[in-house]
């Protein structure tokens, strides 16, 4: 499953860009990506983009939405987290990807830090002050990175 929701950079109530980070929820349960869409629409600046069910479908819909964040599950059927992070990195080297999962950092792949995603974070501590945090930290490595390549 894929859905997209709404334009990227459609217009606010005035007639202005919105400002609000389109973020990409991408879990295999229906139930996480509820819980993940509504943080994402109760946090301040962030609008959802669109969702899906698989890697595979994430895949496709980064390419069609271009969204500037992907909340991503570690463990789904088919491409898994890593692998579709990894697939969306080497395409789009400046896409922040957040890897989620309910295990522990340590109960998971040492191969995570090396997907290239920007943080891992335990889905049950994904707070609207924490999906804000890893924004801007995100942002930071995004700087430095271009600072470093110039």
């Given at each position: 499953?894929?859905?997209?929701?709404?334009?990227?950079?459609?217009?606010?109530?005035?007639?202005?860009?919105?400002?609000?980070?389109?973020?990409?929820?991408?879990?295999?349960q229906e139930?996480?990506?509820?819980?993940?869409?509504?943080?994402?629409s109760v946090?301040?600046?962030?609008?959802?983009?669109?969702?899906?069910?698989?890697?595979?479908?994430?895949?496709?819909?980064?390419?069609?939405?271009?969204?500037?964040?992907?909340?991503?599950?570690?463990?789904?059927?088919?491409?898994?987290?890593?692998?579709?992070?990894?697939?969306?990195?080497?395409?789009?080297?400046?896409?922040?990807?957040?890897?989620?999962?309910?295990?522990?950092?340590?109960?998971?792949?040492?191969?995570?830090?090396?997907?290239?995603?920007?943080?891992?974070?335990?889905?049950?501590?994904?707070?609207?002050?924490?999906?804000?945090?890893?924004?801007?930290?995100?942002?930071?490595?995004?700087?430095?990175?271009?600072?470093?390549?110039?």
């Amino acid at each position: 499953m894929a859905q997209a929701y709404g334009e990227i950079g459609e217009r606010g109530v005035a007639g202005e860009a919105t400002d609000r980070v389109q973020t990409l929820v991408v879990d295999d349960q229906e139930a996480f990506r509820d819980v993940m869409r509504d943080l994402v629409s109760v946090t301040p600046g962030f609008e959802l983009a669109g969702e899906a069910a698989s890697g595979e479908a994430a895949l496709a819909l980064v390419g069609e939405l271009d969204p500037q964040l992907v909340l991503m599950d570690v463990r789904m059927p088919g491409i898994g987290g890593i692998e579709a992070t990894r697939v969306l990195v080497a395409g789009h080297p400046d896409l922040p990807i957040v890897l989620v999962s309910v295990e522990d950092l340590n109960g998971l792949p040492g191969v995570i830090g090396q997907c290239g995603a920007a943080a891992f974070v335990r889905k049950q501590d994904l707070r609207p002050q924490r999906l804000r945090e890893l924004w801007e930290e995100a942002q930071q490595q995004l700087s430095y990175s271009v600072s470093t390549r110039s």
